[in-house]
């Protein structure tokens, strides 16, 4: 096994797909026991030749590092023979970021934040009240008979007292229907602001530095952290959110609320969105050629099962679904 490099700096810049695929190609050959002493010198060549190697061959050394205990029966030039059994054990596991987290130091966890977008509510949540890991959902029936459902990588944090009903979105995305109770408000906290349910069912699903929200039937107020804004969304309508007031409105799209059944619900959707959305289920890397990415997709897709998603999307599109590794997966034009 190549050893270990430094981590990058949190601020690196994330190297293109191209180069992370290369990254991965050459990961794959050199933990395969097949490489001669040349691959092992151009490999070191192409990492020494520029900084954006080194940034995705470290990311490469990350990913595959959750997924070590794979490589004990698998070569990776096999991978994609495999691949069913792996995912296999990979969903029965459950294999979020806890042991990574648990054991990481700063750098680790500047990387992780380049690459995943953790926040420190990500590593809040896996001491919240309710959680889900990645590709995981749940429902929960609250005591006053409202109902919440967690998406994928999700968690809250919930707080009932005589004169309200709390739900803290510590991270991730939430489906609400709420149970009726005219002496106690429910009331829906993120970072960038209080939502209060005005007899509804509503979505929502807190980003980085901004709060989506969707409603589906009654209303809901929105009250700005920073400025104390105040704004009613009907049903029928979404609104993103920051810190500093509403950026956006429009109609709620039906894909945050498809998510309950199991569906990615794409009507005229970019690939690229497509697969932003599929990533929030899956462990590991699924990348995307630049020159695909703006293709337009259609359809219902199952979110419980990845892998059957890419495969409807490969039958629709011109593209090709390439596995290096069993959690390393490429989608590219097809030949």
Not at 155 to 184: C, H, K, M, P, W
Request: hydrophobic share 45%; with cysteine; glycine share 6%.
């Amino acid at each position: 096994m190549v050893a270990h490099t430094l981590l990058p700096p949190s601020h690196a810049a994330e190297p293109s797909n191209a180069v992370l695929e290369q990254a991965a190609d050459w990961y794959a050959l050199l933990c395969s026991h097949q490489a001669t002493d040349d691959d092992k010198s151009r490999w070191h060549e192409w990492l020494q030749a520029a900084a954006e190697h080194r940034t995705a061959w470290q990311y490469v050394e990350e990913i595959s590092g959750r997924f070590a205990s794979l490589y004990e029966s698998v070569d990776p030039r096999m991978a994609a023979a495999t691949l069913a059994r792996a995912n296999a054990r990979l969903r029965r596991r459950r294999r979020a970021l806890a042991g990574i987290v648990a054991s990481a130091g700063a750098g680790m966890l500047g990387w992780l934040a380049w690459r995943n977008a953790l926040l420190p509510g990500a590593v809040l949540a896996w001491a919240a009240d309710y959680r889900t890991g990645v590709g995981a959902q749940r429902d929960i029936v609250l005591e006053d008979g409202s109902r919440i459902w967690l998406n994928t990588a999700s968690a809250i944090n919930v707080a009932y007292d005589t004169s309200q009903r709390l739900v803290t979105l510590v991270d991730g995305e939430i489906f609400i229907a709420t149970a009726a109770d005219a002496a106690r408000p429910f009331l829906v906290d993120t970072d960038q602001g209080r939502l209060r349910a005005l007899g509804t069912r509503f979505n929502v699903l807190q980003g980085q530095d901004q709060t989506r929200m969707a409603v589906y039937e009654g209303a809901v107020e929105i009250r700005i952290r920073s400025s104390n804004t105040v704004a009613v969304i009907e049903a029928g309508r979404q609104a993103v959110f920051t810190r500093d007031g509403i950026t956006q409105t429009a109609a709620a799209d039906p894909a945050r609320e498809a998510w309950t059944s199991g569906l990615l619900v794409a009507r005229d959707l970019a690939l690229r969105d497509v697969v932003a959305e599929l990533r929030r289920y899956r462990n590991g890397h699924i990348g995307l050629a630049d020159g695909i990415a703006g293709l337009k997709v259609y359809g219902n897709f199952p979110v419980r099962d990845t892998d059957h998603a890419l495969a409807m999307l490969a039958t629709a599109l011109p593209i090709q679904v390439r596995r290096t590794l069993p959690w390393w997966i490429s989608i590219e034009p097809r030949s």
